[in-house]
């Protein structure tokens, strides 16, 4: 959905939904992205406007519940969300922290803020036959065999649910420049990779996948290391690791010490690559019938609706 004003395109967002037993779920991930502040002094009235549009649509496209997710820099909008009526308290999982790694100020920089262990990753996996390369779309048959594999030992589904969508994505964002796939092969076989999402100044570990073979080569730290790597080489400004524990990442945030469970995360690796902890937005609900909206506030909480 797109908003103009005057011929001129001044925001949107994309709303995306699913079946369940409840009804139809509508997500809107990262949005509604509009112009910055510096380029719209009105830009109080179009975040209402926009709000009010989601809104709209939700009823329209006759959703059961609406989980929007505002932009990560973009905080306002989580107010803007707020007094329109929407509700905290998603229960659905959505990712609400991540782990971010500056590169802006060159890989000579970033590499004295790791852990010295992770910075002798790479040369470890050289000794021991481990090659890093830029994969290409042939790679992604083999990419999703090792995704598959790391569900396998997750328990847990891949998403995207069929390599078909992941080739549609590449077909779509290859020729802009806006992804790209390193694969970790062990004497020409693929062991591990990474398929990384290119935005702004931002570069996202957005899918890895592992065989589970050459673990005491740690090629899933390759594919991080060469990836950050790659990052600030090519001049971007910050590496998202796309989550992190938003519990662990309070408790870091507040200098207070990690829990026993917390200490024994997978997200504790994410530590060596000298980063930090970032808190998103939450993620809030519109539910358009407003017998269940009040259900939903009584179950879950939530400010008080404005009319």
Not at 138 to 152: I, K
Not at 238 to 249: E, G, L, N, P, T
Request: contains cysteine; charged residues 25%; hydrophobic residues 40%.
């Amino acid at each position: 959905m797109l908003i103009g004003s005057e011929g001129r395109l001044t925001g949107g967002f994309q709303l995306l939904w699913r079946s369940s037993r409840f009804g139809r779920i509508g997500y809107v991930s990262k949005g509604p992205v509009l112009e910055s502040l510096e380029s719209r002094p009105d830009e109080q009235l179009l975040e209402g406007y926009a709000v009010g549009l989601l809104k709209e649509v939700a009823r329209r496209t006759k959703l059961r519940a609406l989980i929007v997710q505002p932009p990560d820099f973009y905080a306002e909008m989580s107010d803007s969300l707020r007094l329109a009526g929407l509700a905290p308290g998603v229960p659905m999982g959505v990712n609400d922290a991540t782990w971010i790694v500056d590169v802006s100020d060159g890989f000579e920089a970033v590499g004295r803020r790791m852990d010295r262990a992770f910075r002798k990753c790479l040369e470890r996996a050289q000794r021991g036959n481990l090659r890093v390369r830029e994969g290409e779309r042939s790679d992604l048959a083999s990419f999703w065999e090792l995704m598959l594999s790391s569900c396998r030992r997750q328990n847990v589904g891949p998403n995207p649910s069929e390599l078909r969508h992941l080739v549609a994505l590449w077909d779509a964002a290859h020729p802009r420049g806006a992804i790209r796939l390193h694969v970790v092969e062990c004497d020409g076989e693929p062991v591990a990779g990474q398929l990384d999402v290119l935005f702004g100044k931002t570069v996202t570990f957005w899918k890895k996948g592992w065989s589970g073979a050459e673990k005491r080569l740690s090629p899933n730290d390759v594919c991080m290391y060469e990836g950050i790597r790659w990052a600030s080489q090519a001049g971007y400004s910050r590496v998202d690791f796309a989550s992190f524990d938003r519990k662990m990442a309070e408790a870091m945030i507040a200098g207070q010490a990690l829990t026993e469970e917390q200490a024994q995360s997978r997200y504790v690796n994410f530590f060596r690559t000298g980063g930090r902890p970032m808190m998103l937005p939450r993620a809030q609900v519109w539910v358009p019938n407003w017998i269940l909206r009040a259900g939903y506030r009584w179950r879950y909480g939530g400010s008080r609706e404005r009319a």
